[in-house]
């Protein structure tokens, strides 16, 4: 069974950093995408960076210059180093693995980490 496994979030000071890690585990042949989302209450589940298996990025424009995606394909691992953080980027800061293709599956599946708690104090 597929995986991710978060870690890297913690309470920091507006203006400090935080890195972000989620690997993926099992039987994997291979990922198309991986991604961080977050989530805080009252609010929709936003993207906050993707990167496909090719190197190709995006982010969410609030993050942009601040924020960078990387992935190690070899080990099925994504991280998010934060910089410069802002109270507002305060959020449970969710993994996500698109297009997992696994040798029992008929095709290509989505997996989510189970979250981690990025708070910004002011």
């Known amino acids: 069974q597929v995986q991710l496994v978060e870690s890297g979030g913690d309470l920091v000071q507006a203006g400090g950093s935080l890195r972000l890690s989620c690997a993926a585990s099992?039987?994997?042949?291979?990922?198309?995408?991986m991604g961080w989302y977050r989530q805080t209450p009252g609010k929709q589940r936003e993207l906050v960076a993707v990167i496909t298996s090719g190197g190709t990025t995006n982010y969410v424009d609030s993050v942009k210059g601040r924020f960078t995606i990387s992935r190690d394909n070899a080990k099925n691992t994504v991280y998010l180093q934060m910089n410069s953080l802002k109270p507002e980027d305060t959020a449970v800061y969710y993994c996500?693995?698109?297009?997992?293709?696994?040798?029992?599956?008929?095709?290509?599946?989505?997996?989510w980490g189970q979250g981690n708690q990025v708070t910004v104090s002011s």
């Open positions: 099992g039987s994997i042949f291979s990922i198309n995408a």
């Open positions: 996500n693995a698109k297009g997992v293709l696994t040798p029992s599956a008929l095709g290509r599946n989505d997996y």
